[in-house]
């Protein structure tokens, strides 16, 4: 594409920006939608009357020799301002509008009466659900009674299931309203297993070239298989939890599925094709089309697929009609034309990250390789300049989704961009030729696996590189510092070489203000923690992860949570690099996500039953890094130091699966142990599950690791039995699950527990001081919690604040271009969410719900 980029390229681009302000604005509270069209209209009304006396009196002017009024006296408003307030103000009321109809549309009042009940559903998948992923997105066609519905919701499946986009679900389901402003409308939680009625038409054969092309990269040595499946067809079930990783650490999780560079690849085969056979432009361009539409139906859509599609199809009719190409107007109106056809796009993270993405490689691309070229060989120029730009222009969003620094993520784009294009092509062919070929279609799938197997290696080698990312500060002072990063390093791009030193030095002086104001903070929080801690809840977003000992020595770590970045950050708070014990209590992924980021450094480990291709995977990632793994069960136990524990869940040949299989781990004191303090830790256990192990539980503990991260499913009985005097439940921030309930928490209250949650607290450390009493230490402040309770037959709990440290919640999902937090915006989305997770959770993919290949767990509402 021949891209001009220029000052005047901007007149559109400043009135979308706006656009889309007011519609992430207004799709939180589309009550307001009507108001602000009215107001726009008015405006828009107000300029055009300037406009209009401004012609007239210029006219007179002329006539009679004098200057016109608007333009010549003071107060004067230039042309050129009214002009840029009406292109606003018209795209502002496009978008009210926009808001006003489809809210309507999203809330119907069926849906509202019968929100929180169980009732019959209707409805269509909009994405694939494998059996691993703990949801997908549909639309909500009938409810009860009441059809004819267009809503877009979120559907939680009640156990394994397995449907294809297209597929028409027929069930039981409870109902619940989404947050304002998320992608979806409601969540549905099926209740047993629906009728399937599998997609008919383009889906479905779409569905069956899908499965094709996966029987014949599935036997593909990994990652180098998932990879290509991924880059090919947007299949990322099959991708390992460590590249993943590597992948999100490394900035290349756009290699991990289908972006817009794929829409470019294809758009430019088929046209090099039809030229090739001398065909006319104009069926050039519509081949092209035709082709591009059954990509992104073969693909699955998302924000940044639709994105890139809208704007192919717009660069080819600017083609037809032999006008040159700006590129900053066609990516302003593609934004708009979408922001109209569905303003929820405005909060999509994906649709943002490919937006700024687009953006600064063709703003800042140009012109950074230019500078480049200047001492550089061309090729390599640009090769650096395109992902810089990308990065760049990406970060202010990418910080809000993990706050990192990835400091290898230009050379890890440099090196792998070249075989993208090359994976993309090849597993495109053997898609096609899977169907009829199949033998044919595996021998260049074999071929495109190759440089798929290089992305990977590059992915794990760079993430394994020291300091492979720096903390960044978190939230809206993250964000806006990378904001100032980002403008000014955008500034030595454009600006003549006089500024560009000083704009150079400013962004240089920010950085490093930046990785101070984490570093500094968290040197100092890192000296108040309790040096003889005897257990520890890490903050690791909406997941589990426990850290327990005698106070000094050997460490036992139960559940890893589903991101390694946070669980790391944990262990280096806690000055722990060895885990002599790992205990998996089961494979959901919020328990078992970041197994590859400790698993070098684990001696034993015990995991609960083995089922799934996903569990088995979990295990040899610990086996081939030395660890000894063996299934636990209620005859399993041993010591840690001073410590003695024992399994007391599940028992010995029991067939439970699932949140009810969980490993239940009670920790005592073997003999005299002055800073030991003991625990029972009950995974996800269920309501039913926790009635049965009541008799099992022999201890009184200090401490008690909340089931299920304090969801409804729980036996006050339980607690009331242990009655211990601290309750460590973990969770995320920003959950959608409602956890922890309040019933969960009453149910501790009446127990005499204290409850401790890391989503408001961060990370939590218990320790036993010298008079025998607990002492807690959190992180954070939480905005009320209880001290210095002394719960009925436990000793005192001391609830110490000291120094909060940085808040260290990822925020979860979901694509767009270069960086790791794109995993964290498709969470967000999906979750997918990738990835997931529930209520609207299930947005994101997500829980960093990130959801994907370690395992899925149960879904339940709250």
């Known amino acids: 594409m021949d891209v001009q980029p220029s000052l005047v390229d901007l007149r559109l681009a400043g009135p979308v920006a706006v656009a889309w302000v007011e519609a992430a604005l207004l799709v939180g509270a589309p009550g307001l939608a009507w108001w602000c069209a009215t107001i726009a209209a008015t405006a828009g009304t107000v300029v055009v009357l300037a406009l209009v006396v401004r012609g007239r009196r210029g006219r007179a002017a002329l006539s009679g020799g004098?200057?016109?009024?608007?333009?010549?006296?003071?107060?004067?408003?230039?042309?050129?301002?009214?002009?840029?307030?009406?292109?606003?103000?018209?795209?502002?009321?496009?978008?009210?509008?926009?808001?006003?109809v489809g809210a309507a549309a999203r809330s119907p009042q069926a849906l509202a009466d019968r929100a929180g009940r169980t009732v019959a559903v209707e409805v269509v998948l909009t994405r694939d659900l494998a059996a691993s992923d703990r949801s997908t997105t549909g639309t909500l066609r009938s409810i009860g009674d009441v059809g004819g519905l267009e809503v877009p919701v979120r559907v939680v499946p009640a156990g394994r299931l397995r449907a294809s986009a297209g597929a028409v679900l027929h069930a039981r389901a409870t109902v619940q309203t989404d947050d304002g402003g998320a992608p979806t409308a409601a969540v549905v939680f099926l209740r047993g297993r629906p009728t399937n009625l599998p997609p008919t038409g383009l889906l479905a054969a779409s569905e069956r070239v899908r499965q094709d092309f996966t029987a014949v990269t599935r036997d593909l040595p990994e990652p180098g298989g998932a990879l290509l499946r991924g880059l090919a067809i947007g299949d990322r079930s099959g991708l390992d939890p460590a590249t993943e990783s590597a992948m999100e650490t490394t900035a290349l999780t756009h290699l991990t599925a289908v972006s817009g560079s794929n829409c470019a690849v294809v758009v430019a085969l088929v046209v090099a094709g039809c030229r090739a056979l001398g065909l006319p432009r104009v069926l050039r361009a519509v081949a092209a089309v035709g082709f591009l539409v059954a990509f992104v139906v073969l693909v699955r859509p998302d924000p940044s697929i639709v994105r890139a599609a809208v704007m192919a199809v717009v660069v080819l009719a600017v083609r037809l009609s032999g006008r040159p190409l700006r590129g900053v107007p066609l990516l302003a109106l593609t934004v708009l034309g979408m922001l109209v056809v569905d303003p929820w796009y405005a909060r999509a993270p994906a649709f943002a990250l490919s937006v700024l993405a687009t953006g600064g490689i063709i703003v800042l691309a140009p012109r950074l390789t230019a500078l480049l070229a200047r001492r550089w060989w061309q090729p390599l120029a640009a090769a650096v300049a395109i992902p810089v730009a990308a990065q760049l222009a990406c970060w202010p969003v990418t910080v809000v989704l993990a706050p990192t620094l990835p400091t290898y993520a230009v050379p890890a784009n440099m090196l792998t961009e070249p075989l993208s294009p090359v994976v993309t092509v090849g597993g495109l062919a053997a898609c096609v030729l899977a169907p009829v070929w199949p033998w044919g279609a595996a021998v260049v799938a074999h071929v495109a696996w190759a440089p798929a197997a290089v992305i990977g290696a590059v992915a794990h080698g760079a993430?394994?590189?020291?300091?492979?990312?720096?903390?960044?500060?978190?939230?809206?002072?993250?964000?806006?510092?990378?904001?100032?990063?980002?403008?000014?390093?955008?500034?030595?791009?454009?600006?003549?070489?006089?500024?560009?030193?000083?704009?150079?030095?400013?962004?240089?002086?920010?950085?490093?203000?930046?990785?101070?104001?984490?570093?500094?903070?968290?040197?100092?929080?890192?000296s108040t923690v309790p040096g003889d801690w005897s257990v520890v809840a890490c903050d690791v977003g909406q997941g589990d992860a426990v850290l327990v000992r005698d106070g000094a020595g050997p460490v036992a770590l139960v559940d890893t949570g589903d991101d390694e970045e946070l669980l790391l950050r944990c262990l280096d708070l806690v000055g722990v690099d060895r885990v002599d014990l790992l205990v998996l209590t089961h494979f959901d992924r919020d328990h078992v996500g970041a197994v590859g980021a400790v698993a070098d450094r684990v001696a034993r480990a015990l995991v609960g039953p083995v089922g799934r291709p996903e569990d088995e995977r979990i295990v040899g990632t610990l086996e081939r890094a030395g660890a000894e793994v063996r299934t636990a069960d209620d005859g399993t136990s041993g010591t840690l130091g001073a410590l003695r524990w024992r399994v007391v869940w599940p028992r010995a040949g029991s067939s439970a699966s699932g949140n009810d299989a969980s490993v239940v781990l009670e920790t005592t004191a073997d003999g005299p142990c002055p800073t030991c303090a003991s625990g029972v830790f009950l995974g996800d256990l269920g309501e039913q599950?926790?009635?049965?192990?009541?008799?099992?539980?022999?201890?009184?503990?200090?401490?008690?690791?909340?089931?299920h991260h304090g969801s409804a499913d729980q036996d006050p009985a339980l607690y009331r039995q242990l009655a211990a005097p601290i309750g460590l439940i973990g969770v995320g921030a920003d959950n959608t699950y409602g956890h922890p309930t309040a019933s969960a928490l009453d149910a501790l209250r009446a127990a005499g527990t204290t409850a401790f949650r890391t989503d408001e607290q961060g990370t939590v450390v218990v320790s036993r001081s010298a008079d025998g009493s607990l002492q807690v230490w959190t992180e954070r402040t939480a905005p009320a919690t209880t001290t210095g309770v002394r719960p009925a037959g436990g000793p005192s709990v001391a609830a110490r604040r000291i120094g909060t440290g940085p808040d260290q919640l990822a925020p979860e999902p979901t694509e767009g271009t270069h960086a790791r937090q794109e995993a964290h915006a498709r969470r967000r989305e999906d979750r997918p969410g990738a990835v997931v997770r529930c209520p609207a959770g299930?947005?994101?993919?997500?829980?960093?719900?990130?959801?994907?290949?370690?395992?899925?767990?149960?879904?339940?509402?709250?």
């Not at 299930?842 to 395992?855: D, E, L, M, Q």
């Open 66 to 100: 004098r200057g016109g009024l608007l333009g010549g006296v003071p107060g004067g408003v230039p042309g050129g301002v009214l002009g840029g307030v009406l292109v606003a103000a018209a795209c502002c009321l496009l978008v009210a509008v926009a808001v006003g």
């Open 463 to 526: 993430a394994a590189l020291p300091a492979a990312t720096l903390d960044w500060p978190a939230g809206p002072v993250g964000a806006a510092t990378a904001g100032l990063v980002s403008l000014a390093v955008a500034g030595a791009v454009l600006v003549d070489p006089p500024r560009r030193t000083w704009a150079l030095v400013a962004a240089g002086t920010v950085v490093a203000i930046g990785l101070g104001l984490v570093a500094v903070p968290r040197l100092v929080v890192r």
């Open 689 to 707: 599950a926790q009635r049965r192990l009541r008799p099992l539980v022999e201890a009184h503990p200090d401490v008690v690791k909340v089931a």
């Open 842 to 862: 299930a947005r994101r993919a997500g829980h960093r719900s990130r959801a994907v290949p370690g395992g899925a767990g149960e879904q339940r509402p709250p």
